[in-house]
């Protein structure tokens, strides 16, 4: 299991890149492990792998970019080789060693992890907005825990030694964006159907940045807790490319089966059901063994 952290130590006159919320969830994920084998922000070898083939360079399994974006004129300023700071709302997160710098093309990014460059798409709206440039390299996250609810975070090392210790064996991992609450019976009605045939069940929601519409996150944190102890893990808003990558980071907490809405919200750009028939491809990738084992 990758994990990518480091204590806090002075920095000199680095130069700082400052991250929005979407780097900053992807850098708490490179940071606990959750993103494992990724040891930080893709380089343009394995962006482009990942984009073309959905697969790292290295022939693993992986959907969809991880990356880092800086303006222009922040690029100027950084050099390949170079160690920059990473920071979100003036607040110092990190380091990264740059490996690479490159200008991808963003419509054909959003065409491919999308299947559509309409800007109404909430994933293609957030993509074409970020900046131009991407940085790629190795992070060590000062502080991977900075989270306003740290009585339910956990690292995909500590879910999984709980379940070894609780002698749970199977277990199916509940996604969701909405709150739990008995309005939502086919919510509740697949955890307790689940429940009969696994050990256990871990609630891991969306806390990143999602829809602007969503439920504000500290809603939605009164409504699990008032329900069970969810694990919390910052990440973007997902499509069905999104859906393999959560199954592959859920593996790594210790879950055998994923559960959840996928795609439907995302209605008319997804035809029904895209998202199961994409599974084939994983059940394919994770027969030939092609999925990263968990440490």
Known sequence: MVLRTAEKKPVGKLPSIEMDGVAQSDMQCLAIGAFSPLSGFMNQKDYESVLYHMRLLNGLVWTIPITLMVSKEMAKELSVGSTALLSHQK???GLIEINDIYIPDKLQEAQLVYRTTDLTHPGVKTLMNRPEVYI???ISAFSPDYTKEPIYFAKPAQ???YFSKNRWYTIAGFQTRNPIH???RAHEYLQKTALEIVDGLLVHPLMGVTKDDDIPSEVR???YAGATYPLLS???SPAFRFSWVDE???SKRGCVSCLGQKELWLFPFYRRKRSHRSWGFLWHVR???NIQPIH
């Open 159 to 161: 879910t999984r030694d």
């Open 221 to 223: 944190w009164k409504c």
């Open 136 to 138: 790629g390299g190795k």
């Open 287 to 289: 027969c030939t063994k």
């Open 234 to 236: 910052k990440r973007q």
């Open 248 to 250: 592959i980071c859920r």
């Open 182 to 184: 008995p309005i939502h």
């Open 91 to 93: 607040k110092a997160c």
